[in-house]
T-cell receptor, first 115, second 113 residues
Framework: SAVISQKPSRDICQRGTSLTIQCQVD?????MFWYRQQPGQSLTLIAT?????????ESGFVIDKFPISRPNLTFSTLTVSNMSPEDSSIYLC????????????FGPGTRLTVT | GNSVTQMEGPVTLSEEAFLTINCTYT??????LFWYVQYPGEGLQLLLK?????DKGSNKGFEATYRKETTSFHLEKGSVQVSDSAVYFC????????????FGRGTSLIVHP
């Protein structure tokens, strides 16, 4: 298994500002993902964080709005830029351990409120 | 593409009742199937998994069997407790097709004493 921490756990931000969320894993993993979970909704994949290269974004998400870094195999950041109230959501980091079963382990999430 | 369909919630039960949450999937390859649970205010936790047809995943009294013929992975528990109240997500990961993990929309379970 893997233990994942995220910082901050929650924040209240003003529109037009940016917030960077950190994700730290206690072991080296190959796959890291960033998800958004809006209130009462399922998970929407934002992007796959690639170590040492640009993230792979899903349809509807762009690098200018959600820049992602992954400088090594245990750490990644997601920035929510130029925020609006529509960005209020829970942001989740997850990792996938190598092996045949491809299960994911999730961080506790960052609850973001934009006013 | 891949997809996961779950029954809509909320599912409301009395303690000790039998639980079934339906999940069906579409995949281009041979997926691994998962159930995750999200307790209030927390991230998702892996509840159980199955990696091939006819496998049964089990944990904490919950079970699900990988049925390839019906493309289903229904979650069951014989006797629910108040502490089982949470949102349950069915998911798949398909290395034969897209590597992107696919989640269902989640089913909220509320258990009353």
């Amino acid at each position: 298994s893997a233990v994942i921490s995220q910082k901050p756990s929650r924040d209240i931000c003003q529109r037009g500002t940016s917030l960077t969320i950190q994700c730290q894993v206690d072991s080296q993993v190959t796959m890291m993902f960033w998800y958004r979970q809006q209130p009462g909704q399922s998970l929407t994949l934002i992007a796959t964080a690639n170590q040492g290269s640009e993230a792979t974004y899903e349809s509807g998400f762009v690098i200018d709005k959600f820049p992602i870094s992954r400088p090594n195999l245990t750490f990644s950041t997601l920035t929510v830029s130029n925020m609006s109230p529509e960005d209020s959501s829970i942001y989740l980091c997850s990792v996938e351990l190598a092996g045949a079963t491809y299960e994911q382990y999730f961080g506790p999430g960052t609850r973001l409120t934009v006013t | 593409g891949n997809s996961v369909t779950q029954m809509e919630g909320p599912v409301t039960l009395s303690e000790e009742a039998f639980l079934t949450i339906n999940c069906t999937y579409t995949a281009t390859g041979y997926p691994s199937l998962f159930w995750y649970v999200q307790y209030p205010g927390e991230g998702l936790q892996l509840l159980l998994k199955a990696t091939k047809a006819d496998d049964k995943g089990s944990n904490k009294g919950f079970e699900a069997t990988y049925r390839k013929e019906t493309t289903s992975f229904h979650l069951e528990k014989g006797s629910v407790q108040v502490s089982d109240s949470a949102v349950y997500f069915c998911a798949l990961s398909d290395r034969g097709g897209s590597y992107i993990p696919t989640f269902g929309r989640g089913t909220s379970l509320i258990v009353h004493p």
